[in-house]
């Protein structure tokens, strides 16, 4: 099964708005990423958080990590048109495995 | 830097064929990684690369090998195409702390 599920699974917003991605796992993890995926394309990194980050932010992205809930969040600020992509969030897990494993992904459709 | 490339971008195989998808970087990275990614869903983990000369396998190996003689290359090998195996696979690569990975722009292969 994966490490990593993301809530909602879809999320349809208007331009302007917030959106709010979760993101939760199952083992101690090393970092925690956050990924786009426009469609049909690859996938482009959008953030990294530590184990011993608890936020973190770049332009209007907002990402939080609670280990204690083995649970993460991703806040995309005033969202626009070109928002609409697939999210995903990957984490390393804690052992020495060197395994990175994606979430199920966030479908997020932004409004004009 | 031509990043992570990838070929080729279509390919249809018949069941019981073998072929292998070719993945390159130019940027020097000692990780390199295979996904797959059926519709709707997120990226499985198939094998890992943490430097020339070692492998390890991901969440679903079977059916795929692969081998890492140099830096730049990570060839994926499908020993016996099944009707299963009809997804998009993607290559990544990153650096050795595994933190911001590299995606290359996919292939689709279908089986018949």
Known sequence: SQQGEEDPQALSIQEGENATM????????NNLQWYRQNSGRGLVHLILIRSNEREKHSGRLRVTLDTSKKSSSLLITASRAADTASYFCATLRMDSSYKLIFGSGTRLLVRP | NAGVTQTPKFQVLKTGQSMTLQCAQDMNHEYMSWYRQDPGMGLRLIHYSVGAGITDQGE???????????TEDFPLRLLSAAPSQTSVYFCASGKAEINEQFFGPGTRLTVL
């Open chain 2, 60 to 70: 679903v190996p079977n059916g795929y090998n692969v081998s890492r003689s140099t």
């Open chain 1, 22 to 29: 979760n993101c939760s796992y199952k083992t101690s993890i």
